[in-house]
């Protein structure tokens, strides 16, 4: 079992709804949670960041993290085309094992 | 303006000749990491560094090295190129005990 699992997608919605992008993770230590946004021949940019359990909204942008069920997700609201790219979830340990895992990245359209 | 720097943005070049991949960053980070992406695949480390004359192998197995002689520049080296190294190669600091990671734009590498 991989360790950090994300449906890679593609996800195609209409522009102005709600997306909802998720992963799973098997790491109980993991403690620190990202979301990254990528675009076509670029590197990724990072998005959102989150320590432990809870939700953090920028924007349009919400993150939540269930350390329970061992999930993530990031929410998209009043999705726009320019939203369209590759997002990937990342998390890491505590310091001492603080390499940072990716999950695969879901490729998102939004549709105009 | 702090930013994080990889020439080149792109790379094509023969089997058996030795490349070096370059990376800057300005943004006084101390630890600095290479990570490889297949398109439709997650990021693998390859190579990481904590610091000046630090550097680690990451979890894929890599025959290219890597050297910190500098804290600000952390250059990737392929002795012989050969077809399977055809990947993108994305450069990416942090502060250390701070697992948000920026990246560059990436090298893209073909060999022919």
């Known amino acids: 079992q991989k360790e950090v699992e994300q449906d890679p997608g593609p996800l195609s919605v209409p522009e102005g709804a709600i997306v909802s992008l998720n992963c799973t993770y098997s790491?109980?230590?993991?403690?620190?949670f990202m979301w990254y946004r990528q675009y076509s021949r670029k590197g990724p940019e990072l998005l959102m960041y989150?320590?432990?359990?809870g939700n953090k909204e920028d924007g349009r942008f919400t993150a939540q993290v269930d350390k329970s069920s061992k999930y993530i997700s990031l929410f998209i609201r009043d999705s726009q085309p320019s939203d369209s790219a590759t997002y990937l979830c990342?998390?890491?340990?505590?310091?001492?094992?603080?390499?940072?895992?990716f999950g695969k990245g879901t490729r998102l359209h939004i549709l105009p | 303006e702090a930013d994080i720097y990889q020439t080149p943005r792109y790379l094509v070049i023969g089997t058996g000749k030795k490349i070096t991949l370059e990376c800057s960053q300005t943004?006084?980070?101390?630890?600095m990491y290479w990570y490889q992406q297949d398109p439709g695949m997650e990021l693998h480390l390859i190579h990481y560094?904590?610091?000046?004359?630090?550097?680690e192998k990451g979890d894929l197995s890599s025959e290219s090295t890597v050297s910190r002689i500098r804290t600000e520049h952390f250059p990737l080296t392929l002795e012989s190129a050969r077809p399977s190294h055809t990947s993108q190669y994305l450069c990416?600091?942090?502060?250390?005990?701070?697992?948000?990671?920026?990246f560059g734009q990436g090298t893209r590498l073909t060999v022919v």
């Open positions: 990416a600091s942090s502060e250390v005990g701070d697992t948000e990671a920026f």
């Open positions: 790491n109980s230590a993991f403690q620190y």
């Open positions: 989150t320590y432990s359990s």
């Open positions: 990342a998390m890491s340990a505590p310091v001492g094992d603080d390499k940072i895992i």
């Open positions: 943004m006084g980070h101390d630890k």
């Open positions: 560094s904590y610091g000046v004359n630090s550097t």
